[in-house]
């Protein structure tokens, strides 16, 4: 009795959960992981190499798919592996504050994409068996609708609520006026000369002036390297541009061939450094420093610096991040701030350097999420029906499950055109794969190194709710019009809806602007033009899938798909890093063309996604 009762449970009562919940490490995985990468100091191409090696077990879901319908049930693969889920979510929280957080942490992210993946398979078989096929068509807007939901909460409130923290917890920021001034005396300062005792109050940052003013008359570009190389080496000297768990690359580990290459690519693509006209003179600099007011009692505080408002000629040179901790809490940090040549009037800018206890807003951000699975593997242990298809392959006798597995995989690979398929799926979104793993850090990098500055909550709201919005809107207008009219008369329209709109990037690289608006605004039209224009995307995935394997047929597209993002975004943090983000930018447009040309060929049903009459 209490089987049959079990069997018939309500699926509002269970179907939202479910496909949150699948949304939810995905999106930790691919997104999160790299905005949490950024802000605790790893640099952009190891974040695009490591991050993008995570699509892995979607590349090679098809592969396991098999041992989902073998062994155990469905039910039973879903409630472990949300437990194994929320086992790699702790794994997360624990390892962050450890010195080599950065290998520990993609070990239990590795765990959270393969559990991930494999919950997909169980999910999806789970909705087909559990429901009627009256109900899998009402219910899947109600799944996606969840999904993305688990989207939003990624991407957004996550992303914001990580940032509340590093706010709470951080030290007050502190906002230092920078003039520009021609009767301004140079001041040069001896690190060695300074002692810096604790003072009395709360730990707060403190500055060796609130108003630095530099001298508009001109100087040599040798004192400017002298103050530069000063500042770097005993910054670096003391520990304040150590980042735990990041281990630098040495010259000795790279080939001497890709060592080359890496130079090719660097002088021929890179930002050309701008030709000083000797005629000007160079302009003079600045020296401030940083300390803390007494010994923290966390092991590190990170303070960022950088540009906040006024006169973009008065640039910060060297000083974008120090890491304070116990041993240095009484040194000077030093940045080194330069003003234009062409600068002689009277001018200022405001700098803002501003703190947070980065690592324990991610272990509290990743410790919700642990308790959050944790949730979901108890209710979806009892809520889940027992539904009566719902069997082990391997229980029910069927002995010719490999060859069927085998097979599937042959009829797939001898479809007509099968080149044409392979190379759209995989470069359709060859420049989107690229732009997605640098889109964050090109948002949260310091304006001195090319980014926008903005902080963490900042792009939560970007990407999680404008984003978002924008993204589900372009879904939705792609699904109607190619409702309507098929997907053949849209695809090249949703082609240039996910491509072109990727401009808008070059624009926030070159013109930098401070207006938040205009950055949701920027990134509202690329989201909302990957919206529609992934709409054809998932349509052709669905017309290659069509016949007698296509749940196992939809399983390699989906695969191809994930093998499209990893390799290209795993190159982009590298070349990222060679020529910088407004040539970066550049590139992912130009990465659009092949996509362009592989569609000329596409083979497609004129009457595809049309609704029959």
Do not use: C
């Not at 016949?547 to 798909?561: C, Y």
Request: aromatic share 14%; glycine share 8%; charged share 15%.
């Amino acid at each position: 009795m209490t089987e049959k009762k079990k069997s018939k449970v309500n699926p509002w009562a269970w179907v939202p959960t479910l496909y949150y919940a699948e949304g939810i490490p995905y999106i930790i995985v691919m997104t999160v992981s790299v905005i949490m990468y950024k802000r605790l100091g790893i640099s952009n191409g190891d974040i695009a190499l490591y991050t993008s090696w995570l699509y892995l077990p979607w590349v090679i879901k098809p592969l396991w798919s098999p041992i989902v319908d073998i062994f155990r049930t469905k039910r039973f693969w879903i409630i472990t592996m949300q437990l194994f889920i929320g086992a790699g979510l702790a794994g997360v929280a624990l390892t962050i504050p450890v010195p080599d957080f950065f290998q520990y942490t993609l070990l239990f992210f590795w765990l959270l994409a393969f559990s991930s993946a494999t919950h997909d398979i169980a999910a999806d078989g789970f909705y087909m068996i559990g429901l009627s096929e009256h109900k899998q068509a009402y219910f899947v807007g109600i799944r996606s609708t969840f999904y993305r939901l688990a989207m939003i909460t990624g991407q957004g409130l996550l992303i914001i609520l990580a940032g509340y923290f590093e706010t709470t917890t951080g030290l007050p920021a502190l906002d230092i006026q920078v003039n520009a001034n021609p009767t301004a005396q140079v001041q040069m300062i001896n690190p060695d000369s300074l002692k810096l005792d604790a003072l009395e109050g709360e730990l707060r940052i403190v500055v060796s002036s609130a108003n630095l003013d530099i001298t508009t008359n001109k100087t040599t570009q040798s004192k400017v390297d002298s103050v530069v190389s000063l500042a770097k080496n005993w910054n670096t000297k003391n520990g304040f541009y150590h980042v735990a768990g990041e281990k630098a690359t040495t010259v000795a580990t790279v080939p001497k061939e890709l060592s080359a290459f890496e130079n090719f690519i660097k002088n021929t693509f890179g930002i050309e450094k701008p030709v000083i006209n000797k005629s000007l003179g160079i302009g003079d600099v600045g020296l401030i420093y940083f300390h803390l007011s007494s010994k923290p009692e966390e092991a590190e505080i990170v303070v960022n610096f950088g540009a906040s408002s006024g006169d973009k000629s008065i640039s910060l040179i060297e000083g974008t991040r120090f890491t304070f901790n116990q041993s240095n809490w009484n040194k000077p940090a030093f940045a080194v701030i330069q003003l234009d040549p062409k600068l002689n009037a009277i001018s200022s800018a405001t700098f803002e350097a501003r703190s947070g206890n980065i690592k324990l807003s991610w272990v509290i951000t990743f410790s919700i999420l642990t308790g959050l699975f944790f949730v979901f593997f108890i209710y979806h242990k009892f809520i889940l029906p027992y539904s009566p298809g719902d069997k082990a392959s391997i229980a029910s006798g069927e002995k010719s499950v490999f060859k069927e597995f085998i097979d599937t995989f042959i009829i797939f690979f001898k479809r007509k055109n099968i080149g044409i398929i392979i190379a759209f799926l995989l470069f359709y979104r060859l420049g989107e794969s690229q732009l997605v793993k640098l889109a964050s850090p090109f948002l949260l990098d310091a304006r001195e190194v090319g980014g926008l500055g903005l902080t963490t909550g900042e792009v939560g709201l970007v990407y999680g709710t404008v984003g978002i919005l924008a993204l589900t809107l372009g879904g939705i207008l792609g699904g109607f019009v190619a409702a309507k009219h098929g997907l053949k008369k849209w695809l090249w329209w949703m082609l240039i809806a996910i491509n072109l709109p990727n401009t808008v990037y070059i624009y926030l690289s070159y013109a930098m602007p401070e207006s938040f608006f205009m950055i949701n605004l920027a990134v509202a039209v690329e989201q909302f033009g990957y919206g529609f224009g992934f709409t054809a995307y998932m349509l052709y995935m669905i017309y290659v899938s069509d016949g007698e394997h296509k749940t196992a047929h939809f399983a390699i597209t989906t695969g191809f798909m994930a093998l499209g993002m990893m390799i290209p975004g795993m190159i982009s943090g590298w070349l990222q890093e060679l020529i910088g983000y407004q040539h970066f930018f550049v590139w992912v447009v130009l990465a659009t063309i092949p996509a362009f040309i592989i569609t000329k060929f596409v083979p497609l049903d004129e009457t595809f996604g049309m609704k029959e009459e």
